[in-house]
């Protein structure tokens, strides 16, 4: 026990290294873990470390889906509902259906059944690793809700498909309308959970006398809960936990106080964080063991098998969004859809969106090593191999060169109607006439008696007045200095506050909490400036 936690604060050290290396070269973090995690699959040291398939469906995957699901925009999800879904099962089944095919076709040993099952694994996209590369780039705002969209809702359709196709090769029958009524039921059966789920963390949050760190520790509990009830009666855990996060996402405000929302996004960033940390390194350290598995004579077919199972994944999702394209042109002629002529340029750039990540990984890895009768789980390795190769492919050649793509493809964006600029002004323009008509119309008195809140009305005006400048073309200029020497302004104030602070919490008649309080505030003004003038 003591050498693994070694062993995994050493990986933690190089996770955050790598981290900091991609930030400086501007690459998107997966990708450099995933490499580096290979050649440290050879250092005796760290031979020890294992992914264990429970690890990752129960403690890695609840948390990583739930907290994808919680950054959604439900306005934007619902907008795009059509061809998220379209992308999230139909198009995961036909990647399965030809995958299957041409694995049973060129792989000897490879049955349909097994083919379904290797179709399951490597079908979705990872959310992840997708989401990582685009925060890097600039692309439309539709472009990344579809692609992460797709990514969360294509997991649990692809593990159902996985789910049936093992149990065909684990009993060797298979039947298909059976198998079709339980697809059915095992989705809407898993979205029902979830939602059941997030009612009741909904109440308890809402209802009973929680403090900030309760909410914190029942936004973890949350996740777990879904999965697992879900789960413990054969369904979805994966939508369970996806519609039930989705559905808490949208109602945040009204359940969560304003210090429960901010602490608990700073500590799921860090959770989040470490957790998709470990398992692109942990892909990178068992790829070294998946090949010793194979033996020397069984590397080189198996690398030919994987390159072409790569390659259908990715001329089956080239086709998949063109067909999808067209599809929407003919049906915007009947029903209102959200975009009735989607180009050329979408489809592209989301054609080369098809990273695999960890969904694939646990999946693969949860195949047992016998089957029910006893004998060797068939192709087991090679089905191994094939998924790894695929993640390792399609994370640096389509992670490393979609940043290209997307800057030669030049797609502007189509919903950007009004500059996010200007969008910002007259956000706050509408807030800063709000609170003055508030306090001319029900606080009058206290706002010319009241010394705070008069200092608080002329703050509102001033802020007023500022935008307005900004609204005139002539003054467009001015304003913007204005803006600039404020930014710098406050920042001083706010360095030379601090500094105050750390003088007076020197002395013996000043109170340490106090003064960690009014560093927290500090903390807040600043975070503030930064939202209101951090360039998009």
Not at 63 to 78: C, H, I, M, Q, R
Not at 283 to 296: S, T
Not at 347 to 358: A, D, H, I, N, Y
Not at 407 to 436: A, C, F, G, Y
Request: neutral net charge; aromatic residues 10%.
């Amino acid at each position: 026990m003591h050498h693994l936690v070694i062993q995994y604060t050493c990986l933690l050290v190089v996770i955050l290294f790598v981290v900091m290396l991609a930030q400086k070269i501007r690459v998107a973090y997966p990708i450099l873990l995933v490499l580096v995690g290979l050649p440290l699959g050879f250092v005796p040291f760290l031979r020890g470390i294992e992914i264990q398939p429970e690890l990752i469906f129960v403690i890695f995957l609840p948390p990583l889906l739930y907290e994808a699901a919680w950054n959604t925009s439900w306005k934007d999800f619902w907008k795009w509902r059509r061809v998220i879904s379209s992308f999230a099962f139909p198009v995961v089944i036909l990647t399965s259906c030809v995958v299957a095919f041409v694995s049973a076709a060129l792989i000897p040993g490879f049955t349909l059944a097994t083919g379904f099952l290797l179709g399951g694994i490597v079908s979705p996209p990872d959310a992840v690793s997708a989401s990582a590369i685009l925060k890097t780039i600039k692309v439309p705002k539709r472009f990344i809700t579809i692609v992460e969209g797709e990514s969360l809702l294509n997991d649990a359709a692809s593990l159902v498909v996985f789910r049936f196709a093992l149990a065909a090769v684990l009993t060797g029958t298979f039947v298909f309308h059976q198998a079709a009524i339980d697809f059915v039921l095992v989705i809407v059966m898993g979205v029902v959970i979830g939602i059941a789920v997030a009612l009741l963390f909904y109440a308890i949050h809402r209802w009973l006398p929680t403090s900030t760190n309760m909410d914190v520790v029942l936004t973890f509990i949350t996740p777990y809960a879904m999965y697992m009830l879900a789960e413990e009666f054969h369904f979805s855990g994966v939508l369970a936990v996806v519609s039930g996060g989705l559905f808490l996402s949208a109602r945040r405000h009204q359940f969560l106080s304003y210090r429960s929302r901010l602490q608990g996004v700073n500590v799921w960033e860090a959770v989040a964080f470490v957790l998709n940390g470990f398992v692109f390194i942990l892909i990178g350290l068992e790829f070294p063991v998946v090949i010793k598995n194979l033996g020397p004579n069984g590397l080189a077919p198996a690398v030919t098998y994987s390159l072409i199972i790569t390659g259908v994944l990715i001329i089956t999702r080239f086709a998949s969004t063109y067909a999808a394209t067209i599809i929407t042109m003919v049906m915007s002629r009947i029903i209102t859809v959200a975009d009735p002529s989607p180009g050329w340029k979408a489809p592209t750039l989301f054609g080369w969106t098809g990273m695999r990540g960890v969904v694939s990984l646990a999946a693969a890895l949860s195949i047992p090593i016998m089957l029910n009768s006893g004998q060797a789980f068939p192709n087991r390795d090679m089905i191994l191999f094939i998924t790894f190769t695929v993640i390792l492919v399609t994370l640096v050649l389509q992670g490393f060169t979609l940043p290209l793509l997307i800057k030669w493809v030049n797609m502007p964006d189509p919903d950007l109607t009004i500059p996010l600029e200007q969008q910002r002004q007259l956000v706050r323009k509408k807030l800063s006439h709000l609170s003055l008509a508030i306090l001319d119309t029900d606080y009058p008195g206290q706002a010319q008696n009241n010394g705070m809140v008069k200092a608080l009305r002329q703050r509102y005006s001033a802020d007023m007045e500022l935008l307005r400048d900004w609204d005139k073309d002539d003054n467009e200029t001015r304003a913007e200095e204005f803006y600039k020497d404020y930014r710098q302004i406050t920042a001083r104030l706010l360095k030379e506050q601090r500094a105050l602070l750390q003088t007076l919490n020197k002395k013996e008649s000043i109170s340490d909490d106090l003064v960690r309080r009014q560093m927290e505030l500090l903390d807040l003004e600043e975070e503030k400036l930064r939202q209101h003038f951090e360039s998009e």
